[in-house]
């Protein structure tokens, strides 16, 4: 299950498991308390396995746990690992050691955790997932969605083909078989009845479910249905067209194509009508992954040049060349078309914070993994934070979005998101910061993974073993 390349990062891990007792220490660090928005100074945090056993002023913890590896952290920040909550693994099965090879790439930019959103790679992701969860394999954990549900014949591959009701039953008995911890439904070619009746039937079984909604339904109806999560803030912008369901329904009857329905939406935008349907999807519990970077690295591919980018030396060829499929598309825009996607990406900025002001639970997400162009895993992460900023987040609101919304969504609030005796051992410690400058999060000086300590040299280490494997 893991291949010869992963024989370092496997003895790295087996290391780890070796350890146990009160293993590490972590000394006179200003603890950042994302939830209090509060930087408390000069606490010693006490970790044992891969859970905070103890976290404190130093002056007391300091003589309890002499016996534990000590790590000075003097004017540096501890903060929660962060979460990317819209990840994918996929591009076929002959880039699964690319795809592996992802895995320290979160790592090294503090994500400790990722929530892989389906895509063709479903055995490989739940491997992975059995395989960090033991500690077999040096990665971020992983919940994952397993196949999605599509309907006949989709665009998609390795999804689970569904188009009654029975087979919508028969795909959620084989989803919970496989564990998954939550469900990915959509709506390339699914029929919006059976959209309804999966997320319904989801709902009653207790599996939290993530979706792009059918254009033919309005939000509301899928919120009102029991979706647990939008994928991509362009369904709010959908959301917040007082010609939502006319549009929907002209594009249901095919008078008018998906790109011609999306770009309605966009031009019927209304922020007042649209402050008033997110209140009402605040109640009804659903929450939003904007993926807000990634639109706009498609909305500017235009005048952007991204072929020096530093992050592609640490993508495998494969992974590379799935990137080709967004540019091409990109490039036979029309300059008509390409000023709909500049003003659709201006108009996500300003919806962001009316979700925020609505109450909505912001889960920060990137979509990186394949196909998916210039969105590179782990950094990738950080670009969506700086997103959030520039769009008129704070940083403690930022930092939210990529610490608490995400365990809180997956049933895991009480394991994570903060730094805190009890909450896992999933840490950044930072030469600056987070709450006073997003940009402090990629001042990483070591992360902490299950427990195990990985400073900048181990960080770096693996950051040079990816570059070497994507071959650059
Ligand atoms: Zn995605």
């Known amino acids: 299950m893991i291949g010869a390349g992963a024989a370092s990062l496997l003895a790295f891990a087996s290391a780890a498991a070796a350890q146990s007792g009160p293993d590490l220490l972590i000394r006179h660090a200003t603890v950042v308390d994302v939830a209090g928005g509060r930087a408390i100074a000069d606490q010693a945090v006490a970790v044992e396995g891969d859970t905070i056993r103890a976290v404190g002023p130093d002056r007391t913890l300091s003589g309890k746990f002499k016996r534990a590896r000590q790590v000075d952290a003097r004017g540096k920040f501890v903060m929660p690992g962060l979460w990317d909550m819209h990840v994918h693994f996929g591009g076929g099965p002959e880039l699964t050691e690319e795809n592996r090879a992802l895995l320290p790439l979160y790592v090294a930019n503090g994500v400790t955790t990722v929530r892989d959103a389906a895509a063709d790679l479903a055995p490989l992701v739940l491997d992975m997932r059995a395989a960090v969860a033991e500690r077999r394999l040096l990665g971020p ?276 998101g903060s730094v805190s005796a009890g909450k896992a051992a999933d840490l950044l410690i930072l030469d600056a910061n987070p709450l006073r400058s997003i940009k402090a999060t990629r001042a990483i000086n070591a992360v902490v993974l299950h427990g195990r300590l990985l400073d900048r040299a181990a960080l770096d280490a693996m950051l040079t073993e990816a570059k070497r494997k994507a071959g650059r």
């Open 141 to 416: 954990t992983i919940f994952t969605s397993g196949p999605k549900l599509e309907g006949y014949k989709p665009l998609w591959k390795g999804t689970i083909e569904v188009g009654t009701p029975a087979e919508v039953d028969a795909a959620l008995d084989r989803l919970q078989a496989m564990k998954v911890d939550f469900v990915k439904i959509t709506d390339n070619t699914l029929k919006p009845d059976i959209f309804l009746y999966a997320v319904g039937e989801a709902k009653r079984r207790g599996l939290k479910t993530s979706a792009h909604t059918p254009y033919a339904l309005t939000i509301r109806k899928a919120v009102d249905a029991g979706l647990s999560s939008i994928e991509h803030v362009d369904y709010l912008i959908k959301a917040g067209s007082p010609r939502e369901a006319e549009i929907g329904a002209a594009f249901a009857a095919g008078q008018i194509t998906y790109g011609e329905a999306s770009d309605a939406f966009t031009d019927s935008f209304d922020a007042t009508y649209a402050a008033g349907v997110y209140r009402q999807l605040a109640r009804g519990g659903v929450s939003v992954t904007p993926t807000l970077n990634m639109g706009r690295i498609l909305a500017y591919l235009d005048r952007e040049d991204h072929s020096k980018d530093a992050g592609l030396s640490y993508i495998g060829p494969g992974l590379r060349k799935t990137y080709d499929w967004r540019v091409e598309r990109a490039a036979k825009a029309t300059p008509q078309q390409v000023a709909e996607r500049h003003k659709e990406y201006e108009l996500s900025v300003r919806v962001l914070p009316m979700l925020v002001k609505a109450g909505i639970p912001i889960m920060a997400g990137t979509d990186a993994g394949y196909l998916n162009s210039f969105n590179y895993p782990g950094w990738g992460l950080h670009d969506e934070l700086d997103r959030y900023v520039e769009a008129g987040l704070t940083p403690q609101q930022a930092l939210t979005t990529a610490t608490i919304t995400g365990p809180r969504f997956l049933g895991r609030a009480g394991r994570y």
